[in-house]
């Protein structure tokens, strides 16, 4: 299988939006969504298999690589182009390879100054999602009055992703390999601000096997939806 066309969706930091369409010989479509554009806590691959108007349209504008600047408005040469790979990407995004969901629950009020919580991932598509923690990149960020008044990195984790039934999905200095359908949590304990209402994490670290001609790990960044902590 060889690589006919890239197509890149970028962002410098904060916002740092990284997704990918990298359309392929066997006339299939991959979208790797890095850090989304929408407001979603997954990432992952997805595949789909562009009419061949499409196909023949991208390959041919994309053989040396896209990318575009979301910062930036749309140059008029390009706008079609843009609006043909986006149409494709979000096509592509109804049908999940292999995806990791994030999200966040509080376990219990605060106590003693602490607050603990299970940060969980939920396996989705056809094939099993690999990817790992960087704690450096990984954070809790408080919410009072609908703003973020505080954050803190996550402490020292002891284990990776560890499903109900106590089986280790990994993630900590080791890649998670997570089945579709399948879901476990890593507990995360942060000392709290005076006051606040709410919380949501901040995700990072690598992920693998996005493509099939990228085996190699690459960065991933996503921030769970809030939820909000009886404080």
Request: with cysteine; glycine share 10%; aromatic share 8%.
């Amino acid at each position: 299988m060889e690589r006919v066309a890239t197509f890149n969706w970028r962002t410098p930091p904060p916002t740092s939006v990284d997704e990918q369409l990298v359309l392929y010989d066997d006339g299939t479509a991959r979208l790797v969504v890095r850090s989304p554009r929408s407001q979603t806590a997954t990432i992952g691959t997805y595949t789909h298999k562009p009419d061949k108007a499409d196909f023949a349209e991208l390959t041919e504008a994309g053989a040396g690589g896209v990318t575009f600047d979301l910062r930036s408005a749309i140059p008029a040469d390009r706008a079609d182009l843009q609006a043909l790979a986006s149409r494709v990407a979000d096509e592509a995004r109804e049908k999940a390879e292999a995806t990791a969901l994030f999200y966040v629950r509080a376990m219990g009020a605060p106590a003693d100054g602490t607050l603990t919580l299970a940060v969980g991932v939920l396996g989705g598509g056809t094939r099993t999602v690999e990817f790992d923690l960087d704690e450096g990149k990984c954070s809790v960020h408080f919410i009072s009055g609908g703003q973020t008044n505080a954050w803190q990195e996550f402490s020292t984790l002891e284990t990776g992703f560890v499903t109900p039934d106590a089986e280790g999905l990994g993630g900590l200095r080791r890649r998670a390999e997570v089945q579709p359908g399948v879901y476990g949590v890593v507990l995360v304990k942060v000392p709290v601000p005076g006051q606040f209402t709410g919380v949501y994490a901040q995700v990072g670290g690598s992920l693998y096997e996005a493509l099939p001609d990228e085996p190699m790990g690459s960065a991933y960044a996503v921030r769970t939806d809030e939820v909000k902590v009886e404080n």
